[in-house]
């Protein structure tokens, strides 16, 4: 079995600055692309991709972080990060991890995270 444990979510003032970390862990033999998504509080708006890496390192973003968000990823961990500067009340939704995991039965299934609470306060 394969998991995601997310950490850092919480709650912040404008202007500020979290950091997000999701650990793989389980039978895996390699992770394909990693990314962050984001469910905002109104249930109208759909879960929106907020920045992705791929296995090479070559990440995207939502045109609404650019500047602002970093990904990253620790192959060796497992591990990918989304360090937030420059919070803005938008901002603020359940955060989720994803991956893309090849598990020890060779078929690559995608993973989600719990979710973690990301507040920041105008």
């Known amino acids: 079995q394969v998991q995601l444990v997310e950490s850092g979510g919480g709650l912040v003032q404008a202007g500020g600055s979290l950091r997000l970390s999701c650990a793989a862990s389980g039978s895996i033999v390699s992770i394909n692309g990693m990314g962050w998504y984001r469910q905002p509080p109104s249930e109208q708006r759909e879960r929106e991709l907020v920045a992705a890496v791929t296995s090479g390192g070559t990440t995207n973003y939502a045109d609404s972080v650019k500047g602002r968000f970093t990904i990253s990823r620790d192959n060796a961990k497992n591990t990918v990060y989304l360090q937030m500067n420059s919070l803005k009340p938008e901002d603020t939704g359940v955060y989720y991890c994803?991956?893309?995991?090849?598990?020890?039965?060779?078929?690559?299934?995608?993973?989600w995270g719990q979710g973690t609470q990301v507040s920041v306060s105008s």
């Open positions: 994803h991956a893309a995991i090849r598990s020890k039965s060779l078929r690559v299934n995608d993973y």
